[in-house]
T-cell receptor, first 112, second 113 residues
Framework: DTEVTQTPKHLVMGMTNKKSLKCEQHMGHRAMYWYKQKAKKPPELMFVYSYEKLSINESVPSRFSPECPNSSLLNLHLHALQPEDSALYLC???????????FGDGTRLSIL | QQPVQSPQAVILREGEDAVINCSSSKALYSVHWYRQKHGEAPVFLMILLKGGEQKGHEKISASFNEKKQQSSLYLTASQLSYSGTYFCGTVSDAQGGSEKLVFGKGTKLTVNP
């Protein structure tokens, strides 16, 4: 069991749907991250929130919209995704920047 | 810039040792090591900060050569549970350390009985 909880574990959606991924941690970490991972590839950074403020956006398309409602919660809102967006989406958190990152189990997303 | 890992894959028999290398062309603030098993999340192993410090955890240790911007992960007396893909992640020193962790392509380690 990981201390970073992601829901749902699996998600299948059409290209016109709107859905959200959720990530929660109660370790008091102040940095939270979204990564995208394709099969047999390393995780690729998408967004970083530091003290609930967006600090890094790795030129991610606007169909992905992150939100950090509070220090324990991180959401990723999805809209009008493309088939190439199918991947494992990982959330991670760390005490602060440049500290070890703890990953959730991920959401496996499939776009039809 | 993505760090370079070598080798890409290694196959061991239980009890053998292995070394995985990670190098960067940029000055680094820190190097992180993770292991990911198939279908699971990456698991943090250790972090090394600039200063050449060597860290260890049971039979897994790592070093960071600041002059060469290289890190090595040492696995001794490997166990079946060590199988997985090992990723190094690097944080550039350009900003005195930031949240941006860039992962190498990974090294697939297989330990056979």
């Amino acid at each position: 069991d990981t201390e970073v909880t992601q829901t749902p574990k699996h998600l299948v959606m059409g290209m016109t749907n709107k859905k959200s991924l959720k990530c929660e941690q109660h370790m008091g970490h102040r940095a939270m991250y979204w990564y995208k991972q394709k099969a047999k590839k390393p995780p690729e950074l998408m967004f970083v929130y530091s003290y609930e403020k967006l600090s890094i956006n790795e030129s991610v398309p606007s169909r992905f919209s992150p939100e950090c409602p509070n220090s324990s919660l991180l959401n990723l809102h999805l809209h009008a995704l493309q088939p190439e967006d199918s991947a494992l989406y990982l959330c991670a958190s760390s005490l602060r920047r440049s500290q070890p990152q703890h990953f959730g189990d991920g959401t496996r997303l499939s776009i039809l | 810039q993505q760090p370079v890992q070598s080798p890409q894959a290694v196959i061991l028999r239980e009890g053998e040792d292995a070394v995985i290398n990670c190098s960067s062309s940029k000055a680094l603030y820190s190097v992180h090591w993770y292991r990911q098993k198939h279908g699971e999340a990456p698991v943090f192993l250790m972090i090394l900060l600039k200063g050449g410090e060597q860290k260890g955890h049971e039979k897994i240790s790592a070093s960071f050569n600041e002059k060469k911007q290289q890190s090595s992960l040492y696995l001794t007396a490997s166990q079946l549970s060590y199988s997985g893909t090992y990723f190094c992640g690097t944080v550039s020193d350009a900003q005195g350390g930031s949240e941006k962790l860039v992962f190498g392509k990974g090294t697939k380690l297989t330990v056979n009985p």
